[in-house]
C-alpha cells in the first residue's frame, strides 16, 4: 500500500499554507487583489490551479467509494492532516424527497482512525448539526483548548461523540463542512489539521473557502454517484427480472448457464440467454448482446427475447429467426439499439445441430474426443442493421458432445483482445467434460482475468446425450379412411416392443383421435411418431396449418369430442406449427425404471 502523502498520477500539488495561530478575533480578512503584494500573486495562482485539478479527480468516477477516496486524495495533505466523511444512513434516493437526515454514518477516513469505533450518530432534530446541514452552514475552524466558550463545540460533539472530541490534543483546527446534492442535505465533511511545534493549528479565510468550494463539488459528486448506483441497480433488477430464472431441461440435452453482471463501475449491458423447447424433442439455444449500456439496453434486450421466443414458437429456421428479429430491433425506432445473436437448434432424434449468426462471437463446440473448435460460421451483421441476409449451418452433434454459446464479455477485457481471448478459450475447453454443461460453464470462466469486468457475461451450455433409435418409432401413414385403424397397430406393436402393454388402451384411442383428425384435412402423408424417454410422447403431422381447438359438442354432435377426448387422458397435450404444417402431441408419464415395469 503507498503511503498517501507520496506523490501519485493525477494528484494535486500541495496548497502552501501558513500553519499559524488564528487570533482570538478569528481569521482576518483578505485586502482587495489590487492592494496585495506582488509577492501573494504566484501563491493566488498556485491555489487556482490545485481547485482545478481537485475539482476534476472529485468528479472523476460515478462510483462512491472511489468518489469519496478522491475527495481524500485531494485534501489530504494539501489541505488537512486528515479527514472524516460521514453520509446520512441510510443513503437516500436523491431523485426522491428525502427529508433531513436522522442518522450520519461514517463512510471514509483519510489520516486518522477519529470515528471509527461509533461509525454511526444519530442526528437531533432540533441540534446543532440539524441546523448546519439544513442551513447549509460551515462551522469552524474551531481551534480545541483556545480559552473562552466555543459556540461550535456541541455540534462536533455531537458529529464526532464527547468521547472522540475528548481525545484530541489541545490545539487540534477542525473544520467542518455540510455536504449537499442538488435537493438533498447528504453529510458533513471533518477536516482536521493537528498542532504542530510552533504551536496550535488552524485554517485561515483562504484555506477555509478552498475547503467550502471543494465541499461543494464532493457534494455534487456524491449526489451524482448516488443516481448513477441507484440507475445501475434498476437497470440491473430490470435486466435480472427478464433473464430465465430456470431453464427447462428436455430430453436429450442437459443445460446449464451462467450470468455476471459488470462491476458497479461498469452500466449495465444486454446480455441475455434463452432455451426454448420446440415440436420433435427438439431446443432452441439462444445467447445475444445488446451493444451499448445503459437502461435503455437492458430494455430493448427484454423485446429481443420476447420477440425471440415468439419466433422460436412458430418453428422456423435459425436464419429466418434471426431474420424476423432484424425485422423487429429497426420498427423499434430511429435510437434502436444494435444486438448481435447466436441460434441454435439441437435435434437429439437426429444429433444434429443448426446454427445461424447475427455479428455475435462464434460458440465452442467440444467433440466427444475432447478437441474444442470455435465453429467457422457466417458472421452475418448485427441484427438492427437491416437488409442483410443471413445463413444456417447445419452440423453434427453426437452424444457426449457439448456446445458453449457465451457473450464477449468472457473473452474481450481491456488487456485482451478478442482474438487472443476466443483461442484461449478454445485451449481451455479442449479436454474438458463435455458431458457436464456446469463444468463446461466453470472452466470458460477460468480464463476471466482478476480485476474488474467492463462488461457482462452470458453463457449457456448444452451438454448433448441424444435420444437412442430404439427409443424412437416413426411412421408416414397415407390419408386415406383405413389410416386410423393402421396407427392403432402400429403403436400397439411399439409400446409391446417396449414393455409399455399397460398404455396401449389409452394410447390407441388418443392416436386414433389425432390421426383421424389429420387426414381430415392432409393432402400429403400424416406423420406418426412415439418417443420413450422418461415420458412417452406422440406427435401427428399433417401439412394444414390450422392448429385444432377444443370445443364444446352438443349431445347430438357426432363429432367434436376427439381433443377433449385426448385432453382426458394425457398428461399433457399440444399443438404446434411446423413449417407449413402442424403438429399435435401428447405426452404420458411413464414409472421410473423399477417401479412399473419399464423394460428396453
Request: proline letters at 9%.
Amino acid at each position: 500500500m503507498r503511503d498517501h502523502r507520496q506523490p501519485l498520477a493525477g494528484r494535486p500539488p500541495a496548497v502552501p499554507v501558513q500553519r499559524h495561530p488564528p487570533s482570538q478575533d478569528g481569521p482576518s480578512d483578505h485586502p482587495p487583489a489590487s492592494d496585495r503584494p506582488a509577492s501573494d500573486r504566484p501563491r493566488l495562482a498556485e491555489r487556482l490551479t490545485y481547485l482545478d485539478t481537485a475539482a476534476r479527480r472529485i468528479n472523476s468516477s460515478l462510483d462512491l467509494a472511489t468518489t469519496l477516496r478522491n475527495l481524500g486524495r485531494v485534501l489530504v495533505p494539501a489541505l488537512a492532516d486528515a479527514l472524516v466523511v460521514q453520509l446520512r444512513d441510510p443513503l437516500p434516493n436523491v431523485e426522491l424527497a428525502a427529508g433531513e437526515p436522522a442518522a450520519l454514518r461514517v463512510h471514509h477516513t483519510q489520516g486518522t482512525r477519529l470515528g471509527r469505533r461509533s461509525r454511526l450518530r444519530p442526528v437531533d432534530p432540533g441540534g446543532p448539526l440539524a441546523r448546519a446541514l439544513r442551513l447549509r452552514l460551515p462551522t469552524g475552524p474551531v481551534v480545541l483548548g483556545r480559552p473562552g466558550a466555543d459556540p461550535h463545540r456541541p455540534l462536533l460533539a455531537e458529529l464526532l461523540g464527547a468521547r472522540g472530541l475528548g481525545r484530541l490534543p489541545a490545539g487540534t483546527a477542525l473544520l467542518a463542512l455540510p455536504l449537499h446534492g442538488r435537493d438533498t442535505a447528504l453529510g458533513m465533511l471533518l477536516l482536521v489539521r493537528r498542532p504542530g511545534k510552533e504551536g496550535p493549528a488552524g485554517f485561515d479565510g483562504a484555506d477555509t473557502a478552498t475547503a467550502g468550494h471543494l465541499a461543494t463539488q464532493a457534494g455534487l459528486a456524491v449526489d451524482t454517484a448516488l443516481r448513477y448506483t441507484r440507475e445501475w441497480e434498476i437497470a440491473d433488477q430490470l435486466q435480472r427480472s427478464m433473464l430465465p430464472a430456470h431453464l427447462p431441461q428436455p430430453h436429450g440435452v442437459r443445460l446449464a448457464h451462467r450470468y455476471l453482471p459488470g462491476e458497479r463501475g461498469a452500466q449495465v449491458g444486454g446480455d441475455w440467454y434463452d432455451s426454448i423447447p420446440l415440436p420433435g424433442n427438439r431446443v432452441a439455444l439462444i445467447v445475444g448482446d445488446v451493444m451499448g449500456h445503459s437502461l435503455t439496453s437492458a430494455a430493448v434486450m427484454g423485446q429481443l427475447r420476447t420477440s425471440a421466443q415468439t419466433l422460436a414458437g412458430l418453428d422456423l429456421p435459425p436464419h429466418e429467426v434471426l431474420y424476423h428479429l432484424d425485422e423487429q430491433a429497426q420498427r423499434l425506432g430511429r435510437e434502436q439499439h444494435l444486438a448481435t445473436c447466436v441460434y441454435a437448434v439441437y435435434d437429439p432424434i437426429g444429433n444434429r445441430v443448426t446454427v445461424a449468426n447475427a455479428g455475435h462471437v462464434p460458440p465452442v463446440l467440444v467433440r466427444p474426443d475432447g478437441g474444442a473448435e470455435l465453429l467457422d460460421l457466417p458472421a452475418g451483421a448485427p441484427i438492427g442493421v437491416g437488409g442483410v441476409d443471413f445463413a444456417s449451418v447445419e452440423l453434427p452433434a453426437p452424444p457426449g458432445s457439448a456446445l458453449l454459446l457465451f457473450t464477449d464479455g468472457l473473452v474481450e477485457t481491456r488487456r485482451r483482445s478478442l482474438t487472443t481471448g476466443l483461442e484461449l478459450l478454445r485451449a481451455r475447453l479442449a479436454g474438458a467434460h463435455a458431458h457436464s454443461p456446469e463444468h463446461l460453464c466453470q472452466e470458460a470462466l477460468r480464463i476471466l482475468p482478476p480485476g474488474d469486468r467492463g462488461d457482462d457475461i452470458a453463457l449457456l451450455a448444452a451438454a448433448f446425450d441424444g435420444i437412442p433409435a430404439e427409443d424412437v418409432a416413426y411412421w408416414y401413414l397415407q390419408p386415406r379412411h383405413e389410416t386410423p385403424g393402421r396407427a392403432r397397430r402400429l403403436a400397439a406393436h411399439a409400446l409391446r416392443r417396449w414393455g409399455l402393454e399397460h398404455l396401449t388402451e389409452k394410447t390407441e384411442l388418443m392416436v386414433s383421435e389425432l390421426v383421424t383428425n389429420a387426414i381430415q384435412h392432409a393432402t400429403r402423408p400424416v406423420t406418426l411418431r412415439l418417443v420413450r424417454t422418461s415420458l412417452l410422447r406422440c406427435e401427428v403431422g399433417d401439412d394444414n396449418a390450422a392448429l385444432p381447438r377444443p370445443r364444446r359438442a352438443a349431445p347430438d354432435d357426432e363429432r367434436g369430442r376427439g381433443l377433449q377426448i385426448v385432453a382426458r387422458c394425457a398428461d399433457r397435450w399440444g399443438a404446434t406449427r411446423l413449417g407449413a404444417g402442424k403438429v399435435v402431441w401428447f405426452e404420458q408419464r411413464l414409472p421410473r425404471p423399477g417401479a412399473g415395469g419399464l423394460s428396453g
